[in-house]
């Protein structure tokens, strides 16, 4: 069974506020430990069974899901909650 783990903080590619920029690495707390895994590794993980990831927004888990991109890239995103147009996005940096 996957470990369900909370993405809290993201960086992006050329600065977070670009909205154009793709996610570059996600990370959080989980067990006591701050971790940080980049996109890739996180939807090789989410392939693998190893994690299902989420974030929270008003008191709710939203879950983080792989999608396509037209061009057959796999990027990470949220489900459509009705509330923000992608919660991963609003998200705080990641320290370095």
Known sequence: MADRVRITCIVKRGGHYNPHERIESVG????????????????????????????????????????????????????????LWDNLLQLPDCPA
């Open 28 to 83: 959080g707390f989980h067990g006591g430990s701050r971790w940080k895994l980049t996109e890739q590794e996180a939807i090789n993980g989410i392939h693998a069974g190893k994690w299902s990831f989420f974030v929270h927004n008003g008191g709710r888990e939203v879950d983080v899901i792989v999608a396509k991109a037209v061009s057959g890239r796999e990027y990470l995103k949220t489900r459509n909650d009705n509330y």
